[in-house]
């Protein structure tokens, strides 16, 4: 199954590509895109609909991950950051890939077993998990690799459950 995990964002979007196959993970490619602060909400949340397209269309994914976003005081950015993943899910529809969401509480129980670990206890059990040397950077990156995994987890204890 090959997984591409998104952190959304309409400044930074985090992706990363794996691959899951026999309980064994793969790195396939990570990065980010990013948006300049210059640039009108309506243009930046063409370039991330654009960038996650490519992306969509050069790995073919069986899924794509997202993360859920949680915001306690900046509404406005909420706001463009949930219209960021509007544009991200819209991508994916397109490419009729389906569209799975995380809460960031679920994504570090399946990456670290413990819903309440530290970002920093999340990106070094990514790097362990997907046996890199170091931990993906920028942090973005890292986090989106997280999602992939906990997609894996996910979807893996979903299909044992159906038989």
């Given at each position: ?32 895109i ?73 994504v ?6 413990y819903g ?20 993906p ?27």
């Open positions: 199954m090959i997984i591409l995990g998104i952190d959304p964002g309409y400044a930074i979007v985090g992706y990363g590509i794996i691959e899951y196959k026999n309980n064994r993970y793969r790195v396939l490619d990570y990065g980010v990013t948006t300049p602060a210059s640039m009108p909400l309506p243009s930046r949340l063409l370039k991330v609909f654009d960038e996650t397209y490519v992306l969509l269309e050069k790995w073919n994914p069986d899924a794509l991950s997202l993360e859920e976003i949680f915001f306690t005081t900046n509404a406005k950015t909420a706001v463009a950051v949930s219209e960021a993943r509007g544009a991200i899910i819209v991508a994916s529809e397109k490419l009729r890939v389906p569209v799975f969401e995380y809460t960031p509480l679920q570090k129980s399946a990456v670290v077993g309440k670990a530290e970002k920093f206890q999340v990106q070094d059990m990514t790097r362990v998990l997907l046996n890199l040397k170091s931990i950077k920028p942090d973005d990156a890292a986090d989106a690799l997280a999602v992939a995994i906990c997609h894996a987890h996910c979807s893996c204890s979903l299909l044992s459950k159906a038989h």
